[in-house]
């Protein structure tokens, strides 16, 4: 999960002052729990630092406002179509799929595309894996495969159920 392009996402929906993006932060997260405001301000101000975010000025009760930048626009893109590795949680892709659906993403369909792909690619390698630990007898590892494997299956399965509701 990053706080950098959950405010990026954020804000391309619309302005925002810091502490709402917070909030907003945090809904987006769903059960991940807490963000520390802190944190917020921090990334807010790298952000600015990298000019992918900018500060337009106060709203009615005096509080900073942001938008994103046309940078921080093609940023955000750029790692919406990014695949997430399975080294990393799967919590993570679920984390920016959300991000891609929140801002109607007009690219869902190759980001989950590259995700797919991904995924295949790592399929047949641990399978390649798997066939070579189960000839030496190695049965802890050939096990371990397995399990990753499932977890593969599973999460192609939940891209194809994304995929047909957006048909529906």
Known sequence: MSVKYGILTLLHVQKNHGYELKLELESLLGIK??????????????LIRDQL?????????????????TEGNKELAHWLLEPVPY?????????????????????????LDQQKAMIMKDVLELTK????????????????????????????????QVENRNQS
């Open 33 to 46: 729990g807490k963000i520390n405001p802190g944190q917020i301000y921090t990334t807010l101000d790298r």
């Open 87 to 111: 080294h990393s949680t799967k919590e993570d892709f679920h984390f920016k799929w959300s991000c891609a659906r929140k801002i109607a993403f007009e690219q869902e369909k190759n980001m």
């Open 129 to 160: 894996l798997k066939t070579e630990f189960l000839m030496q007898g190695d049965e802890n590892r050939y096990l371990l495969i397995t399990g990753t494997l499932l977890h593969l299956e599973a999460d192609l399965n939940w891209i194809h």
């Open 53 to 69: 975010v900018s500060s337009v000025g106060m709203d009615d009760q005096e509080r900073k406002l942001y938008e994103i930048t």
